[in-house]
Structures are given as C-alpha cells and as structure tokens.
C-alpha cells in the first residue's frame, strides 16, 4: 500500500457508453427538463430489462419507494413492515406517509429480513383480530435477493401488499423454485429501484417504480407530476409530488442501461476474486444462496469483533482505500430508536462485524488487488494471518 495512488472509491460512477452522446441530444434539442423522448424511452427499455408491463421513472430511488408506499395505501394510523439492517431510506419512505414502522430482524442466510419473524407476528395478529400491516417491503441489502415466498403467502391469505425495495439489487434475480428466472422488484405489487452515483448505474440521481398493474402504474405516476389532471388548466385531484425524472437524467440512465449487462459482469468477477483472495482468512464471505443470484453491488464481509472491523475501516481508509462499516441498524438510530422491534441481535451482530469494501464497475484489477493486500495485511497484524501480496489465479 503507497500513499501515491490515487484513493480506491468505494462505488463511484463508471460512464462507459452512449452517455455524452445521449447529453448532447438533450441539449441540442433544447429537451432538458421532465418532458422529452428520453423519460419514455428510459422507462420502455427499464421494464422490459427488469420484466415488468410498466415503470415510472422519479427524481430519485426514495422518491421511488414514497410514492410506492402511498400508491399501495400505507397512510396514517397504519404500519408498515421493514427490515431494521438497511439504509434507512427503505424506512423512512414508510414514515413519510404518516404510518409507523415495525423493525424486523435480519437473517443469515441472505443477511436480509427474516421472513420466519414477519410470518410468525402476522399470524399472531390475526388470530388476536388486531391490525394488520398495511405494507410489507422487501429490501434486497448489498445486491443479494431477499426470501420472498413466504411474504408472497402473506399478501395471498391477508391482502398485504408487497413493496420490493431493490435499491441495490438492479440485475438480481431468483434462480429455483417458482420464482425462477424472475428479477427482484418484479415480484411484489411495486418494485422499486435507485439511480444514485453510488449504485449499480446511475443518472445522478433517479429512481424508478416497477409493477405489473396499470392502475398502480398510473396512480405513481400521476402522484409524481403533481397529480395534475390533463389539459390547459392547473387542475389537481389531490395533493402530488414533485417527483418525475429530467429527460437529462433519463438519458444518462438508457445510455447506462444499455451497459447493466458489462457492468453486472464485472461487479460478479470482483466479488468472485475477493471471494478467491479471502477464503483461507478467519473472515466470513457475503451470503451466496443457491436458490438465488447476487448482483454484487457492495461486496462486504464480516470479520471477527467490531474491533477489527474499526481497525480494517480505518487502516483501510488511511492507505486511501475507501472501506466502510454496514449501517447500523435502525432500531439503533435516532429516528426509530422508539419503533417497535421484532428480534434484532442478527443484525447487531451483522452490523457489528461487517466491512464493504471497493466495489465500482469501475475499479481496476489493480487496485482490487491493492484492496485484498490490505485486508490481509490488518487481519494479519490482528489475527495472525500470513502476509504478502495476493496473486491471481490463473
Ligand atoms: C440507495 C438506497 C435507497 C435510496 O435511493 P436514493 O436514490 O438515494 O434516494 C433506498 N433504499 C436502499 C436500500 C438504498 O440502498
């Protein structure tokens, strides 16, 4: 590790395709803003990618999951069912439409929200005659789909509606069972997905709504643009939002769609050579099911106590890699720090010793490798791991 380099970014945007090419359209035909050719392009390409009929595109990825949240009906004095190991804007878009939210536990084997916890409490409550859910979300942390089978009984028996948040899982999908061959956020009433630099591909900022249902599709879609009625008139049917995408944004977002399939590639062979480099260390790999596939958005593994995941982060960080700790959990923040909790120790446990490391398109076999010699160099110094340079199979 040389302080010379430049830093390791942890996900930064990696713009390899039509995007100057798309730009330049925009603007030498004056169409920068919410109306032009791009938004509807960008939506018809994104819904036949992910599989779904329709997809509204919106200012940003918790936009996305607001309106989705309104349109399947969370409002005030209900609740809404979220995991307690995520960013925390797959809870707070629940919050925003006056509902409260009830934490759920995370998992290990997916590290996503324990569908066995939701399962349990909700059948409880029906028998009890209390209040239901009035959403579930499915959040697909880190790119690795979430157990959804159960969650789809639920909405079955009860008429829970299912919210997917696949924030950071753009190209996951299930691979057995019947699910096979679908892609997350194609599979509750209303998918949602962001676009954010951070992410898999980004338009600077965006989001998307996914679903198979035309009503819904329209309702998050009037709901987006003021819920203005049409014609000349400034006529509204109820209070809307703000939230539509730019043609700008749009037309980064085809230009960057139409290089998902590369980008996705090269996410699966670094995760596969970070999977090579850190088999024979005391560290635990990202969660691999084999009823599902990962889209690798953030490769992130735990190591053994959150006093070696502080050192990895911050001798990481110092060597100008850009290693970063998992959330907290929610339970755990300020904002829900009142908000009722089903289980929660996983997820300590998860946040406690989790560490994500570089994992851009954009990163080079370089300083992949120079991110793998210093993982095992801290882990070395705190665990007793041989040292020195990492060598390539093949
Ligand atoms: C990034 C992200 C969001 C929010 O998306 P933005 O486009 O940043 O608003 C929501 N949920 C999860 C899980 C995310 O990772």
Not at 10 to 27: K, R, V
């Amino acid at each position: 590790m040389t302080g010379r380099d430049r830093p390791i970014p942890l996900a930064t945007p990696h713009l390899c395709g039509n995007e100057l090419a798309y730009l330049t359209e925009c603007i030498e035909s004056n169409y920068v803003s919410s109306i032009g050719p791009f938004v509807e392009r960008f939506e018809r390409a994104f819904a036949k990618f992910v599989g779904t009929k329709h997809a509204v595109a919106c200012a940003s990825g918790t936009a996305a999951l607001h309106l989705a949240m309104i349109a399947v009906g969370v409002g005030p004095n209900s609740y809404g069912v979220a995991p307690t190991l995520t960013f925390i804007a797959s809870a707070n878009a629940i919050r925003y439409t006056g509902a409260e939210v009830m934490l759920v536990d995370a998992e290990r084997r997916t590290w996503n929200m324990d569908p066995g916890l939701v399962e349990a409490d909700v059948k409880r409550r029906a028998r009890a005659g209390h209040p239901l859910p009035s959403v579930i979300e499915a959040v697909h942390i880190l790119g690795h789909p979430a157990q959804v089978e159960v969650l789809l009984t639920l909405r079955d028996k009860y008429g829970i509606p299912i919210v997917e948040d696949a924030a950071e899982a753009l190209g996951a999908r299930y691979a057995t069972g019947p699910l096979a061959g679908r892609q997350v956020g194609a599979i509750g009433d209303l998918g949602c997905f962001s676009f954010n630099g951070n992410k898999t591909m980004t338009t600077g900022g965006g989001g998307m709504v996914v679903t198979n249902d035309w009503h819904l599709a329209e309702r998050v879609r009037h709901l987006s643009t003021q819920a203005r009625l049409p014609g000349v008139a400034y006529d509204h049917d109820a209070v809307g939002f703000n939230y539509r995408l730019t043609n700008i944004a749009a037309a980064l977002g085809l230009a960057q769609l139409e290089q998902l399939p590369r980008l996705l590639a090269r996410k699966s062979s670094l995760a596969a050579r970070y999977d090579a480099a850190f088999g024979d260390l005391p560290v635990e790999l990202p969660p691999r099911s084999s009823d599902a596939v990962s889209s690798h958005w953030l490769y992130s593994l735990l190591v053994d106590t959150a006093h070696t995941r502080d050192e990895m982060v911050r001798r990481l960080n110092v060597a100008g890699i850009e290693a970063r700790p998992l959330w907290p959990p929610l339970h755990t923040q300020q904002p829900y720090r009142h908000a009722p909790i089903m289980g929660g120790l996983t997820a300590m446990e998860l946040a406690a010793r989790g560490v994500s490391l570089p994992s851009g398109a954009g990163l080079t076999n370089s300083e992949q490798a120079r991110t793998i010699d210093g993982v095992r160099e801290v882990l070395c110094e705190t665990r007793y791991v041989p040292s020195g340079p990492f060598v390539y199979p093949g």
